[in-house]
């Protein structure tokens, strides 16, 4: 009976249209591998899906009522997955597939803020399959791809076998540069194996801890003011916690439309514990998580991902929560 | 069928779990309906079961994965599943399907006299009776819940933005007016008296409308999503799940504005999960988290007494028989609990 409780993961597939989204789930579903999913779509979905689990929707973005733009949800999901949540035999996981051009952060965000949906499922992860001749046109003409490569746990980079090396670097530079925490898998024909797709459990803290982010050392040039990227800080020196509670509430409450995902890993003065978060737009998951590994440095890492991020004076409002 | 009655009253059990019969059936209990003196109980396989006082109940296979919503029409059940079919049984088990939407769910199934209702996405379908094809009844969202008024005239319906009342005109012909609150609705009800139109929303709160001057009000500072709501006593009181005490809000005079709601409080300090009135009287039975369920006066809240002890499962489904002679509580582990409300001795 136990079992009742458990919550499901859930796996988001995003992706441009025509990258292959189809092609791995039909991947996903028939691989022997005895595991019952269910399957979200949307009705624009390209091909059929083979899976006798398959729900239909449309992508309801709500506005939850308390006056915050940022924090919008996916409505079709809350109720398809509470629903699902009702059934007698018990699911392993369930897909959402996304269309082309949906934003991942109302999928992200109704884990976070529908208590029932966050009671008995959880965020896996959110894989974006990206097809590696044309993300670069699509990430220069589309925010909603920027997005999609920005929210994701795991960048399935699909079809290679179409470009040359050199091209397909340059893809891979474009991703990093906005996604360092992204692990970029390659593929022809999405042809992955499972468990690096699927069970990732990205979204829980524990695994902030143990994905080191791959940043390119390149600078910013080239880069028009809403272009996604990415900035970091590390400091060795403790901060002080108010002074941080000030800053980032502040930060995320007047910047956190613009602030698509964080992540960080905090050493506070007097603090025995490691404090780690990570957030989407506005909102945040965060706890202690533990002491501090012992013969390992204490220091404090800090990553954003957004638009405009030059503009927040990021680095000075960190540098002024380092204890005095 | 691996029902496993257990009919041997132990020390720990309530008077009415001695009394009554237990079923541990390990499937999800998704719905309760009362169709005359007989119960009808929808589950997470897609099965139902008909409770009828001297009579076995047995699995009517009806969908073919979950059975999402219930209604009654008359002497016949409605149900709406998740494989998109809409369907009518009849107390003796026959199926009929009255509408079949694919892969798309049916969420919420209602009548009014003959008069079938259920919503798929975004769109009500109605059929009329004797009318082979629905009417359809286009909105601009997927549709959060549907409900008729006592007699039948107006249909409302709840979707992101408010509600979508449609009425019928003398000519038979439905046309909609639209309450707008930003947001999401959910399930929507009228008051027995027809004066309120009330939904739970996305967010913890009610919103309410008083439709003869369109005054509008929310409801709010619960802990949880409001899940299960009715009018008790005609409409004196709307009681309310999700706090950890049954929300009671005064409907008579001049509505709740500005006054405060009644809140009953139950041991355990567990999250209300439904509320059920209890038939003619001003008193609700109330379904907790845990499985525990109450009966209490609104108004006299020393008079409660417990029906049903803990199970660990939320309750999530409460009927009482018309003739008030027999109830039946479900939860989300597959417990049934149905019981005679009287002592056989004392009738």
Redesign the interface.
Known sequence: ?EE?NKQVPVTVLTGFLGAGKTTLLNRILTEQHGKKYAVIVNEFGEQGIDND????A?E?V?????GCICCT?R??L???LS??M????KLDAIIVETTGLADPAPVAQTFFV???VADRTKLDAIVTVADAVHLSTQLTDHHEAEEQIAFADVVLLNKIDLVDESGLEVVKERIKKINPFAKVINTTKCGVSLNEILNLDAFSLKRVLDVEPDFLTSDHDHEHDDDVTSLSFVSDTPLDMEKFQDWFSKLLQTKGQDILRTKGILDFTGESDRYVFQGVHMLMDASPMGKWPQGKERSSRLVFIGRNLESMNLKEGFENCKSA | MKADTSQFPELDKTKFEQRGTEFKL???I?NAVTVGNSIAVG???GTVRIFTSGESSEPIKAHK??V?CMSKDGDNILTGG?DGRFLNISLDGKISEIGNF????V?HVTANNGSLVCSS??IVYLWSPNHKQPKLFEHN??IGGIAFDTKGRRLAVSR?GGVTLWKKDYSNKWNSSELNW???HNKVIFSPDGKYLVTS???NQLHFWRLKDKIDSAMSGYG??IKSFAFVDDSKYLATSGAKEAVCWPFDGDGPVGREPICLPYVGNKLVTFVEPFPNENAILTGLSDGSVFLSEIEKASNTIIIRSFT??EVSAIAVTKDCSHLLIGD???NILWTSIWDEEKK
């Open positions: 009976m009742t689990l398959v729900v239909d449309d309801e709500f506005e939850m009522n308390n949800v409505g079709d809350i109720r398809i629903g699902l009702k059934r007698a035999d529908d208590q029932d | 390990g499937i999800p998704t589950f997470g396989d994965g979950i999402l998740d694919g892969t798309r769910w969420d996405g975004n969202s997927t992101y930003k947001g999401s929303m996305q967010e949880a999503k660990e499962f989300m582990g597959g």
